[in-house]
C-alpha cells in the first residue's frame, strides 16, 4: 500500500500516539476528580444519571488502560519491529468502541437539555439518529482493523472514516445551536439575576462545543491530508473532552447555587408543551424534591 513509505516513521506514528496518551490519561485524571466531586456534591440527582456519570468514568477506565497497553506492546514488547506499528494490537481498536459510546452518551445527555428547554423531541430524535450512525461508524472501523490488522486499511475506507467525524461534529454544532437558541429566548424575563445565569449558561455550551468540535476537525483535516497516524493522537484525548464537558456542566450547577439562595441543581422549564414557550424556569435536575421556581415572568 502506499501508506508503507512512512510505516517507519516513528515520530509521526507512533509519537502522536504516545503524545496523545500522556495527555489523555492527564485528561482522564481531571475526570476522576471531577466524578468524585459530583457524586458529592449532588447526592440528590436521579439514579438515572448518576448511573450515566459512573458508565462514563469506567469507559474512559477502559479506554486509557488499553491505550497505555497498545503503546507498552509497541514501544516495549515490539521494540524495534516499526512494522507493528501499523498492525495495531486488540487494545488499541477497543477504544475505537469505547469513544463511540462515549459520545453517544454525552451527546444524548446535552440533547435531553434540549428536549426539556424547548419542551419538543425533534432536535433530540435528530441528535439521536445522528449519535446512532456515528456509532455504527465507529463499529465498523474496528471491525475493519480486527478483520484486516493493519491500519492502513482506512486509507481505502476514507469516506467512512470522515463521515463518522462528520457526522460528530455535526451532531455537536446541532445540540450547541438549539441549546444557545432555547437559552436566549429566555433572556426575555425581567429578572438580571437569571439572565445573568443564563449567559452563564450559553458560554458553558459554546466553549465546551469549541473544544469537541475542533477536535472532530482536526482529526478531518489530518487523516485526509496524511498517510501516517498523526490524527490517532487527537482520537485519543476528544472522548475525554466529551466526558469532562458533561461532567463540568453537572458540577457547574455549584457555582450557580452560590450565585442564588435557591438549591440549584439545573435549568428546566416549567412548561414541557411543544405548543407553547415556557412561563417559569424552574430550577432542578432528576430530582422533583428539589424543585424551585425563579418566579421568571416573560413578555
Not at 419542551?119 to 439521536?128: D, H, I, N, R, S
Not at 461534529?169 to 446541532?174: N, W
Not at 439575576?193 to 469549541?210: F, H, P, Q, V
Request: proline share 2%; glycine share 6%.
Amino acid at each position: 500500500m502506499s501508506a508503507n513509505i512512512s510505516s517507519f516513521d516513528l515520530n509521526a506514528n507512533l509519537g502522536s500516539l504516545e503524545i496523545g496518551t500522556m495527555l489523555g490519561t492527564f485528561l482522564f485524571g481531571i475526570e476522576t476528580l471531577q466524578t468524585f466531586n459530583y457524586y458529592k456534591r449532588f447526592p440528590k440527582d436521579s439514579n438515572l444519571l448518576k448511573g450515566a456519570v459512573g458508565f462514563v468514568w469506567l469507559l474512559e477506565l477502559g479506554q486509557t488502560i488499553s491505550t497505555l497497553h497498545a503503546v507498552y506492546l509497541q514501544t516495549i514488547i515490539f521494540y524495534g519491529q516499526p512494522t507493528h506499528v501499523l498492525s495495531p494490537p486488540l487494545s488499541e481498536e477497543i477504544p475505537i468502541l469505547f469513544s463511540g459510546l462515549i459520545y453517544t452518551i454525552v451527546q444524548t445527555f446535552f440533547a435531553n437539555r434540549v428536549r426539556v428547554l424547548s419542551g419538543q423531541w425533534y432536535t433530540m430524535a435528530l441528535a439521536c439518529v445522528l449519535g446512532l450512525f456515528r456509532f455504527v461508524g465507529d463499529v465498523w472501523i474496528g471491525a475493519l482493523l480486527l478483520k484486516y490488522v493493519h491500519v492502513t486499511v482506512l486509507l481505502e475506507w476514507r469516506w467512512l472514516v470522515t463521515t463518522s467525524l462528520s457526522l460528530d461534529l455535526s451532531t455537536d454544532i446541532l445540540i450547541t445551536a438549539s441549546l444557545c437558541f432555547c437559552l436566549w429566548n429566555m433572556r426575555s424575563c425581567e429578572s438580571k439575576r437569571t439572565r445573568s445565569m443564563l449567559d452563564t449558561l450559553i458560554l458553558w455550551a459554546i466553549e465546551s462545543t469549541i473544544l469537541t468540535s475542533a477536535g472532530s476537525v482536526v482529526q478531518i483535516i489530518l487523516f485526509m491530508t496524511r498517510t501516517d497516524l498523526v490524527w490517532a493522537g487527537v482520537f485519543v484525548i476528544q472522548s475525554k473532552l466529551f466526558s469532562n464537558a458533561m461532567l463540568a456542566s453537572l458540577n457547574g450547577r455549584q457555582k450557580l447555587r452560590e450565585c442564588t439562595t435557591a438549591n440549584v441543581s439545573d435549568i428546566h422549564f416549567g412548561s414541557t408543551h411543544s405548543s407553547r414557550k415556557a412561563d417559569a424556569v424552574v430550577i432542578s435536575f432528576g430530582d422533583a424534591r428539589s424543585l424551585c421556581s425563579l418566579d421568571v415572568e416573560r413578555k
